[in-house]
């Protein structure tokens, strides 16, 4: 574990170039900020305040500071940014901190803090979409596997392909105009919502999980399909195994071999889709977000690329690094535990 957490802070720190580089020269932020009618000296001073007045390598050096937990700042740098950490020396202070992702060209907001207000909408989002998608995933392809050759596995394995082959956007297109335009008197499911509403009459929020039907169901079919056929597959090779001829031989019940010994044993590779996909979900629900107005980070980052406000865009790209790897470490201490023969 301690070298993947070596290996995931290389990843990281190659995170960190790229969203640099790539974001380097895209527009003026300056001029993102002022508009066209802001005047010279106010320019300038936000040019100094954005370090954009420093060579390129001290740009980055400066900006992998922000962005790093582990850094040095000074006491008006601490002040000026607002950081929040634990910070040891006097003028100059090693900091261990809140990573500062700057603030958003168009609300002047810390980045971090409009991350983490939309990060519960699109938590709550890939999680039903991932307990959907696992819990009929398993149980399909569970079925499948142990009704080989029949009716019901020719269509969980035709209804699989078919949902691997549809996009998530166009996927999100067709569920909202069938169920939310054309069904909606039936169904009472809205086009577009979020995870709260508004009161008219107070102006108070309040939870409310209708309009995260749409949104799950969409987000659930492509990692559905591949569990689907994940599961039938490392099933079918585990049933053909002789301790589960054995168990068998010994009188056991078919519920019994099929979920206590041989699903146990074939869910490693379902385990890699889930963690995997978890992960895509929480870092890559832009499109679907997007199009049912479910306020989470995909909205956002979309929202921010059409007002040319990247650090909000760059927070988002490191963010979504960060859940990638979080999740892939997590996965490899759910090996253990469901299959003690992998080495962590």
Request: charged share 15%; net charge positive.
């Amino acid at each position: 574990m301690i070298k993947k957490s070596f290996y995931a802070l290389l990843v990281l720190l190659g995170v960190v170039v790229m969203v640099f580089i790539m974001f380097q020269g895209l527009g003026d932020p300056v001029k993102m900020i002022v508009g066209q009618s802001g005047d010279k000296k106010t320019m300038e001073n936000i040019r100094k305040d954005l370090y954009l007045d420093q060579p390129k390598w001290k740009q980055f050096f400066l900006y992998l500071n922000d962005v790093s937990p582990i850094s040095f700042h000074s006491k008006d740098d601490i002040q000026k940014k607002e950081l929040k950490g634990l910070f040891i020396g006097n003028d100059t202070k090693l900091a261990i901190k809140i990573p500062y992702l700057r603030k958003s060209y168009q609300t002047k907001k810390d980045v971090g803090t409009v991350l983490m207000n939309a990060l519960p909408g699109t938590l709550l989002l890939a999680i039903a979409a991932m307990l959907f998608a696992t819990i009929v995933g398993v149980f399909l392809g569970v079925v499948a596997a142990v009704k080989k050759g029949t009716w019901f596995d020719t269509g969980a394995v035709f209804a699989s392909i078919a949902g691997i082959s549809a996009p998530s956007f166009f996927m999100a297109i067709i569920i909202a105009y069938f169920f939310g335009i054309i069904l909606h008197p039936y169904t009472g499911l809205n086009l577009t919502g979020s995870w709260f509403d508004v009161d008219e009459v107070t102006g108070e929020k309040y939870i409310t999980l209708k309009n995260l039907i749409l949104p799950a169901f969409t987000l659930g079919i492509r990692p559905l399909a591949i569990i689907t056929q994940l599961t039938r597959s490392s099933m079918l090779d585990v049933l053909n195994q002789d301790y589960i001829r054995t168990a068998y031989a010994k009188g056991l019940s078919k519920r019994v071999v099929v979920f206590k010994h041989a699903l146990r044993n074939a869910l490693n590779p379902v385990i890699t889709a889930i963690t995997g996909w978890f992960a895509e979900l929480l870092a890559g629900a832009f499109f679907v977000e997007y199009i049912f107005g479910w306020q989470g980070i995909g909205k956002i980052t979309v929202d921010a690329l059409e007002k040319l406000d990247y650090p909000v865009v760059m927070g988002s790209v490191l963010l979504s690094a960060c859940i990638f790897i979080l999740v892939n470490l997590l996965a490899d201490v759910m090996y253990k535990i469901v299959d003690p023969r992998v080495a962590t």
